[in-house]
């Protein structure tokens, strides 16, 4: 049972994942080389700007590129969190009907993820602030 389901829905998903691609004219191509390298090297030069300016904010290039990279965790952190609670949400509500040691592995993994997403919202803050607060 559990095998035809898992068919029909890769049957479905191939059916609405599918789109047509027509051929275009050799006079109406463009060159997509030269504009994602042009769209690469902008996001490059934006985040250089941004490392340089946490660098410039913190007085120090050690501790402005453990700022930064700590805002990006911050901000990563979320919907990685998210998928995992939905996850561990999963074995603990619907599969731990049935198996109750899922149930608790369920339950685990859920307070482990939050904890984690929790120290990686609070990590940033209290970086700066031990930082800045207190070296000056």
């Known amino acids: 049972m559990k095998k035809r389901i898992i068919a029909i829905f890769m049957l ?4 609405f994942g599918s789109m047509a691609i027509y051929a275009t004219a050799p006079s109406n191509e463009v060159d997509l080389t030269t504009d994602s390298t042009i769209k690469l090297v902008k996001i490059k030069e934006k985040e250089l700007k941004t490392l340089q300016d946490y660098q410039a904010a913190y007085g ?10 700590l805002n990006g965790i911050r901000i990563y952190s979320i919907p990685f969190g ?10 603990r509500y619907i599969i731990g009907i049935r198996k109750l040691d899922v149930r608790d592995k369920g339950f685990g993994t859920m307070i482990g993820i939050i904890t984690v997403m929790v120290i990686c919202q609070v990590l ?3 970086f700066a602030i031990v930082v800045k607060g ?3």
């Open 12 to 15: 479905i998903m191939c059916l």
């Open 60 to 69: 120090n290039d050690t501790y402005g590129l453990a700022a930064y990279i």
């Open 82 to 91: 998210l998928v995992g609670i939905a996850i561990s949400g999963i074995y």
């Open 124 to 126: 940033p803050l209290v």
């Open 134 to 136: 207190w070296r000056g």
